[in-house]
């Protein structure tokens, strides 16, 4: 591989010995730690893209926040990243004037390119950009799908792709506001994970259990979607949807159960993989058995597996799930101390520590308000989730809610000095993010409570800017 200057070899050797251990997440990645590098031998345009990528993380790691503050676009890696990332866009562009037709092997060099401009974004908090990076990557993947005969003939295997693209699509429909959804890209394919108890804990198993999470994770996100715009004489469809989603939780449940037997005889080796999986675990059986008030209100079944019902033998204790789901996330975060910013394209505790914020009961304020400082207090970006900035949100949620509730008892902020348990008509339960199209760096939060949904008023109004 050719490194024409000192700068070029510095970002790669970064790259490289650095970043990508961060990268990956919390499981070995086959794209992120071998078949990117093998790529790179071959395609400039990853070359270049792997090279920005590099001194952008060395930027975003000596700073202090979970994104590259608007103050540093300036600083002299910013500013060879851009160099290298306009390069990599020229070396694509060439390469798709030089034939009509893309060919296979360039498709796939466009969607690995389509990951790295998407990190490169998200690490700047261009969120908008990196949206329409995966729209892109998504429509060619699906598309590769459909020529499923065709080889490749590129270091980068399909599959690695799909991982990563699942998980961003992931991301992007927890945040999405629903109406958005109508317009955006049909879900990946993927596999369907074997029920087979004889699972091997191993990371080819765990890489297998990572596509099953992930793609649970989105189906159930599009399920929410779908029953939010859904007539309500659709009760049948929506409460056999939730069904067929809780009976692929259970298969992922009962293998997750048989490979954390097998990990005495390893010792700590797989331990953190194990629990970023038991992390989502646990948030998605949240999501099926507590489902949002609101979907609950239009389709009361949807409540039903609260109760020891179906394959569930126990009723479901909400707040114990939130403190497990907290101890979880507290296991993946580092030991208190010199925080470096952290960078990873795979959710993480970030997405579960929101959800602690935003859902759990107002039983549980303490712990929401742990959840919070949490996100505020660790650099943490995890793919489309700004953890300092996600933080701000749900601080802000909190601080509503309690002034909702003095106002309607008729309190004073000073008559109290303690935090009030929130009655569940003023619980904020919906958020709605979007990005004016004049500005990168801002987003305006809609955040609704139940009433405010009910008469389809948008609730209070904040706009944050980074």
């Not at 389709?299 to 039903?304: D, T, V």
Request: a negative charge; hydrophobic letters at 40%.
């Amino acid at each position: 591989m050719r490194l024409n200057s000192k700068e070029e070899r510095e970002s790669f050797e970064f790259f490289t010995s650095y970043a990508v251990s961060n990268l990956r997440g919390f499981l070995d990645s086959p794209f992120w730690q071998r078949e990117l590098l093998q790529a790179a031998h071959h395609e400039p345009a990853i070359q270049h893209c792997i090279i920005a990528l590099g001194a952008m993380y060395r930027r975003f790691s000596e700073g202090s926040d979970s994104h590259l503050k608007e103050s540093a676009m300036l600083d002299r890696y910013l500013q060879f990243a851009l160099r290298q990332s306009n390069q990599a866009i020229q070396d694509l562009l060439r390469k798709q004037k030089s034939s009509e037709k893309v060919a296979r092997t360039d498709k796939v060099t466009l969607m690995t390119c389509a990951i790295l401009f998407t990190s490169m974004c998200c690490l700047q908090g261009y969120q908008r950009d990196a949206i329409e990076h995966v729209r892109s990557g998504i429509r060619m993947l699906n598309e590769a799908d459909e020529e499923e005969n065709e080889k490749f003939g590129h270091p980068i295997e399909l599959e690695s792709l799909r991982t990563i693209f699942v998980g961003f699509d992931t991301q992007i429909r927890a945040i999405m506001p629903t109406h958005l959804s109508r317009t955006w890209v049909p879900k990946p394919k993927t596999k369907t994970l074997s029920a087979s108890p004889t699972h091997t804990l191993n990371m080819s198993t765990l890489h297998a259990m990572l596509g099953h999470t992930q793609s649970l994770m989105n189906s159930i996100h599009a399920f929410n979607q779908r029953t939010k715009l859904r007539p309500e004489d659709e009760v049948d469809e929506a409460y056999n949807e939730q069904t067929e989603l809780i009976m692929r939780f259970h298969r992922g449940a009962a293998v997750m159960e048989h490979l954390w037997k097998q990990t005495p005889a390893f010792g700590d080796e797989f331990l953190q993989p194990l629990t970023a999986l038991e992390l989502t675990q646990a948030q998605m059986e949240y999501l099926l058995r507590d489902p949002r008030s609101d979907l609950v209100v239009k389709f009361p079944c949807l409540g039903n597996f609260k109760q020891a019902h179906g394959p569930f033998k126990q009723p479901f204790d909400v707040a114990a799930q939130f403190v497990r789901i907290f101890e979880l996330a507290a296991k993946l975060l580092p030991l208190s101390g010199a925080l470096t910013p952290i960078f990873q394209a795979p959710v993480g505790p970030t997405s579960a520590l929101w959800l602690i914020a935003v859902r759990a009961p107002s039983s549980c304020q303490v712990l929401r308000k742990r959840a919070v400082r949490l996100m505020l207090s660790h650099p943490r970006r995890e793919g489309f989730w700004d953890g300092m900035l996600a933080g701000q949100i749900a601080e802000e949620a909190l601080r509503l809610e309690q002034e909702r509730t003095r106002s309607e008892l008729g309190l004073s902020e000073h008559d109290l000095n303690q935090d009030l348990e929130v009655p569940e008509h003023l619980r904020i339960i919906a958020f709605y993010l979007t990005h004016p199209e004049d500005s990168d760096r801002t987003v305006k939060v809609e955040f609704s409570d139940a009433r405010d949904l009910a008469i389809g008023i948008p609730g209070s109004v904040r706009w944050i800017s980074w």
